[in-house]
């Protein structure tokens, strides 16, 4: 079983977590945890979802954190795991570009400042004559 799977009952998950099944109902309302639902509507918690809903009460009991303030760190600590994907995703990207980069210059006939922007601009004077009519 995976830690996401929604498998567990909500008696199950409430026991699990030390929580009264009403308190998980009362979470779920709030958006505090996302149980997953059966055809009947009946909701299933994951492993996951049991290690939360301790976060939830950690930080409530022993850090004193009301309930919306409790909503609002895990949302950022949602968004934070996001970000950190969408990062790591931007860095394998950058680092194949490079690559494909190296080998494009292997391949050709221009050397790398020619391929690549630079920041420098050039100082040099060209001087430009009209063709005589001869």
């Excluded at 509507?41 to 809903?53: K, T």
């Amino acid at each position: 079983m995976d830690e996401h799977d929604k498998v567990l009952l909500i008696s199950v998950a409430a026991q699990l977590a030390g929580m009264h099944p009403q308190t998980l109902r009362q979470y779920d309302r709030m958006g505090l945890v996302e149980p997953g639902r059966t055809a009947g509507g009946g909701r299933r918690y994951s492993l996951r979802d049991v290690e939360l809903l301790r976060e939830i009460q950690r930080l409530s009991q022993e850090d004193g954190v009301n309930l919306a303030g409790v909503k609002r760190i895990i949302g950022l600590e949602r968004l934070v795991g996001e970000m950190r994907e969408q990062m790591t995703r931007m860095a394998e990207e950058l680092t194949e570009a490079r690559q494909r980069l190296e080998e494009l210059e292997t391949m050709s006939a221009f050397p790398r400042r020619e391929l690549m922007r630079t920041s420098r601009t050039s100082t040099a004077l060209v001087i430009w004559q009209r063709p005589s009519d001869s």
